[in-house]
T-cell receptor, first 113, second 112 residues
Framework: GDSVTQMEGPVTLSEEAFLTINCTYT??????LFWYVQYPGEGLQLLLK?????DKGSNKGFEATYRKETTSFHLEKGSVQVSDSAVYFC????????????FGKGITLSVRP | KAGVTQTPRYLIKTRGQQVTLSCSPI?????VSWYQQTPGQGLQFLFE???????NKGNFPGRFSGRQFSNSRSEMNVSTLELGDSALYLC???????????FGPGTRLTVL
């Protein structure tokens, strides 16, 4: 079945550091890929998405490129802020599975001033 | 536009009891999905409803059930609660199949 693998966490960075969070996937079809963010005590918010190979999703300085050849969707940000501290989830939606999302385990990012 | 709302936000139950959680989707959204979030298993898909019909179901026992009403509001029910059912239950709504899902704040269920 479909699966998403995220790098192990947690991750602690200093403000203005470069961020990379790795995500790879396994899917039988051609999935859409997502990054969601969860702030403490809240639900998930969509951060960015990509629906086909080579698409780049971007939002709030975060970027991720859909790489079909490496089945990856790594999240990057050039300069993190304290306000980026949250849990980040990589997810996929198989086009044949309606709205079902398959999530990675999530990674906690802490950014210190 | 109001977001996805879930009630109650917190719930404490004892083993063997049953519980019903409610989700009101964003106005106009017809699809409602439910997820269970636990520290050990992460986020797992429970089921999805579209126009009052269950379209998809995850790998959960039959104690977990749901339904959707004509106004798209959805409820999920867990019967004969077990300690392992303690989790954050998240509801998400979307307009259709390929659209972004919007998540509610979740209901934190604690089973004692």
């Amino acid at each position: 079945g479909d699966s998403v693998t995220q790098m192990e966490g947690p991750v602690t960075l200093s403000e203005e550091a470069f961020l990379t969070i790795n995500c790879t996937y396994t899917a039988t079809g051609y999935p859409s890929l997502f990054w969601y963010v969860q702030y403490p005590g809240e639900g998930l918010q969509l951060l960015l998405k990509a629906t086909k190979a080579d698409d780049k999703g971007s939002n709030k300085g975060f970027e991720a490129t859909y790489r079909k050849e490496t089945t990856s969707f790594h999240l990057e940000k050039g300069s993190v802020q304290v306000s980026d501290s949250a849990v980040y989830f990589c997810a996929l939606s198989d086009r044949g599975a309606n709205s079902k999302l398959t999530f990675g385990k999530g990674i906690t990012l802490s950014v210190r001033p | 536009k109001a977001g996805v709302t879930q009630t109650p936000r917190y719930l404490i139950k004892t083993r063997g009891q049953q519980v019903t959680l409610s989700c009101s989707p964003i106005s106009g959204h017809r699809s409602v999905s439910w997820y269970q979030q636990t520290p050990g298993q992460g986020l797992q898909f429970l089921f999805e409803y579209f126009s009052e019909t269950q379209r998809n179901k995850g790998n959960f026992p039959g104690r977990f059930s749901g339904r959707q009403f004509s106004n798209s509001r959805s409820e999920m029910n867990v019967s004969t609660l077990e300690l392992g059912d303690s989790a954050l239950y998240l509801c998400a709504s979307s307009w259709g199949d390929k659209n972004e899902q919007f998540f509610g704040p979740g209901t934190r269920l604690t089973v004692l």
